[in-house]
């Protein structure tokens, strides 16, 4: 029996890819960059001013000795003091002095100047140096900062003659070695602290990412109302959360309008179909006579057509929302697109009793549009307007422009719409009259096909209505429609 190797679950990742993992070693490298620099960069100053303070200590001793050596060449004793007892009252950072001739006779030496340097390396190494300091190491390992230079020291005193000199940079090197002790000391202190504190950091930064998550793992198909509490929260967050209710909210709304069309088509679907089935099954019930069998297939068929007006619509409004939906777009005189509806439907509004008017267009109205879905918008809103207005009223069409926005306003005298239902007469399945029953209207969506074919040519459609007064619907659209 072989056993596989466990597989980790992709919904938890691995410590690698977490953010707080990742924040938390950008924190580190961040803070020990920073300390590493400062640190670094304080030592090398450090040492730049002790190298510099060393530097002008042995600039300051030549000069002091040059200028004692031309204004007092015979003072013996100042030199005495200056070369031999001066270094001997230092107790740190001692340094010494030889005077030599043209042969290399030393003249006066710093007591214990042999002892604490090889005098012939120390020739050797100053040698073509003249006023240039040098590192070296003492006999004991200590280091030295030396120099020389061509000074008149003999008698007589000649341009051969040196001056030697040596200063102990003991002290400068323990300084350096503590401070290097000192900075090893801080970088491992730091590499353990900053790790722990930026994760700290991390996990208080990230605490609302971890919130937003945890709420949308409570949204599902049947709880939406989940809101993320963004008080508190940083504002590029606060932004993140608003956006994220935003979209629930849309979510919502959405899932809300599936749920009513859903329960609409179920409905609407559902009368047509029964009705078919139930005039079916009279007639089959007993022996018919052939006049009783055409009125059952008569009815069958008006309900078979309704039921396919009703599909038709739906996958007319289904193409309609799609992105990939493509129209065909022409220059579309308006004044005889409401002419031609008017033609169309002025049989119906006789027989119905309704004058059906079109105002005079003032100039030749045109716009970039579909003609075929411009034709269906209007009609809808004819059709609607005949079939709800009373024997001797009047549905009026017009049409205008206004700043480049095309106008179209389809009028009617009729019974009107109660002001709360007006919010959602756009609305698929929508009616006025809630008995749906097949005399009270069409299947419900005219309007929305029209609130759909003017968001398609981007434009918007708005209503207006006054019980016992009448409706007036206009249509806005861009003279050069777009998507």
């Known amino acids: 029996m072989s056993l596989k190797p466990k597989r980790s679950s992709p919904c938890t990742p691995r410590l690698g890819r977490t953010l707080a993992f990742r924040l938390t070693a950008a924190y580190s490298l961040a803070g020990l960059l920073l300390v590493i620099l400062a640190t670094a960069s304080l030592y090398i100053v450090l040492r730049a001013e002790l190298e510099r303070s060393t530097e002008l200590f042995l600039a300051d001793k030549l000069h002091v000795l040059r200028s004692m050596l031309s204004e007092r060449p015979k003072d013996k004793d100042a030199l005495h003091e200056e070369i031999e007892l001066e270094s001997a009252a230092r107790r740190y950072q001692q340094f010494y002095i030889r005077l030599l001739d043209e042969h290399g006779v030393a003249i006066m030496t710093t007591p214990g100047m042999a002892e604490q340097l090889d005098l012939a390396e120390l020739a050797s190494q100053t040698r073509g140096r003249s006023g240039r300091s040098i590192s070296m190491a003492g006999r004991h390992g200590q280091p030295f900062r030396v120099t020389s230079a061509a000074v008149a020291v003999g008698t007589p005193a000649t341009d051969s003659d040196m001056v030697q000199i ?45 919130e937003i998550a945890a709420t949308a793992r409570r949204i599902t198909s049947t709880n939406l109302r989940e809101r993320i509490e963004s008080e508190g929260y940083p504002l590029e967050l606060a932004l993140l959360a608003g956006t994220f209710n935003e979209m629930l909210e849309r979510l919502e709304e959405s899932f809300e309008r ?49 039921l396919s007006e009703l599909i038709g619509d739906l996958l007319f409004l289904a193409r309609a929302e799609s992105p990939l939906t493509e129209w065909q777009r022409e220059n579309v005189n308006i004044g005889e697109l409401l002419t031609t509806v008017r033609d169309y439907y002025e049989a119906s509004a006789t027989e119905a009793g309704v004058s059906l008017v079109v105002n005079d267009v003032a100039e030749p109205l045109s716009a970039e549009l579909d003609r075929s879905l411009m034709l269906r918008a209007v009609s809808n809103l004819v059709s609607n307007a005949i079939a709800h207005t009373p024997p001797g009223g009047t549905v009026t069409m017009a049409a ?23 919010p959602r007469v756009f609305d698929r399945f929508f009616r006025v009259d809630p008995s749906r029953s097949q005399t009270s209207g069409g299947t419900g969506l005219g309007l929305a096909i029209v609130q759909s074919i003017l968001t398609l040519h981007g434009g918007s459609a708005e209503i207006a209505s006054q019980l016992g007064r009448g409706t007036r619907v206009r249509l806005r659209m861009p003279t050069l429609a777009t998507r």
């Open 166 to 210: 040596a200063i102990d940079v003991s002290q400068e090197e323990e300084l350096l070695a503590r401070y290097r002790l000192w900075f090893w000391g801080i970088l491992l202190t730091t590499s353990v602290l900053f790790p722990v504190v930026g994760y700290r950091i991390a996990r208080h930064g990230i605490r609302p990412v971890e």
């Open 400 to 422: 205008a422009i206004e700043n480049a926005v095309i106008r179209i306003e389809v009028s009617d005298t009729g019974a009107g719409i109660p002001v709360e239902a007006l």
């Open 258 to 306: 599936i749920s009513r069309f859903t329960a609409d088509i179920a409905h609407d679907l559902r009368t047509p179909v029964n009705n078919i089935r139930g005039e079916a099954e009279v007639a089959l019930a007993r022996a018919r006579t052939v006049d009783e069998y055409r009125d059952v297939l008569e009815s069958s068929l008006e309900e078979a057509v309704r």
